[in-house]
């Protein structure tokens, strides 16, 4: 007499699963992104003599510069508001693009003994990398709380919207950093181009100015910054009317975010395949 043969439901682990499943496993994972998410704000503060100081030390010490630079030698306007506080109050989405940029453009290869090992949407780890930067922002928000109290400033509804705003920055960071370290593990040059554009784009982003200087017959070639939209949303929510936000730059700037996001994805999703097997 043959053995009974028992039906067994088999689940094939592989590199490059159905489409259709690709998303839902987004979300079976989940557990998985929030340990990621826990590792890495772990490792930025464990074993550091100032801890997360640092997030608030960074920005402060920029926008002494700044405000001394730009508001001091070059007076330019602050529309109304203090320059400190208006050159902070751009700090606080910068700091945050610049940290989850690096932190997501670089992820991959910081995690290639994972990648080689188990099947899992590789998506999940630049998008854990940004909840590190989302902490840092928090820890940001103190300093900015006590600059209001110094100069004796209160927000309007305005600061309502910001949460808003926040969201946009982690997506216009999300999508460059996706496409740049789908790269970086092809052509690992590329993590020389992230520091570059760092230093780049802090000084043709409005941060430690007030977008407003800029003539309007340039204002809309200007907007196809991303960040001009985000850092202009930014401080229209905690400044107010004394820093007045225009809908259209503020509209390009979204779908120049839309358009990179969508960008990163299409690229990170064309090369996960081969991650694996490429690390």
């Given amino acids: 007499m043959q053995p009974a043969l028992h039906s067994q439901n088999l689940i094939i682990i592989e590199a490059g699963r159905s489409e259709k499943n690709y998303w839902i496993d987004l979300w079976h994972y989940r557990e998985l992104f929030l340990i990621l998410a826990w590792r890495d704000i772990s490792v930025r503060y464990k ?113 309502l919207l910001l949460p808003a705003f926040i969201v946009m920055a982690l997506l216009a960071s999300l999508g460059p950093g996706l496409w740049i370290t789908a790269l970086n593990v092809k052509y690992r040059d590329f993590r020389y181009v992230i520091p570059f554009l760092v230093q780049f784009g802090l000084y043709v982003s409005p941060v430690g100015f007030s977008s407003s200087v800029i003539p309007d017959k340039w204002r809309l070639l200007y907007s196809l910054n991303p960040l001009v939209g985000v850092i202009d949303g930014f401080r229209w929510s905690i400044l107010g009317g004394t820093s007045p936000i225009h809908w259209n730059s503020l509209i390009l700037s979204f779908g120049v975010v839309v358009c990179l996001l969508w960008q990163g994805i299409r690229t990170f999703r064309k090369m996960e395949r081969t991650f694996a097997d490429i690390i």
Avoid: H
């Fill in 47 to 159: 074993q550091t003599i100032i801890g997360g100081a640092w997030a608030v030390i960074r920005p402060f010490l920029t926008m002494v510069v700044f405000t001394v630079i730009f508001g001091r030698l070059a007076g330019l306007p602050s529309s109304g508001a203090p320059y400190a506080l208006m050159v902070f109050a751009g700090m606080l989405p910068w700091s945050l693009f610049s940290t989850a940029l690096g932190d997501a453009s670089n992820s991959l290869i910081g995690n290639e003994r994972l990648i080689s090992k188990i099947y899992f949407p590789r998506l999940i780890i630049p998008t854990a990398t940004v909840v590190t930067a989302l902490v840092d922002l928090l820890i940001s928000l103190v300093i900015l709380c006590a600059l209001m109290v110094y100069y004796r400033f209160s927000p309007g509804w305005n600061i």
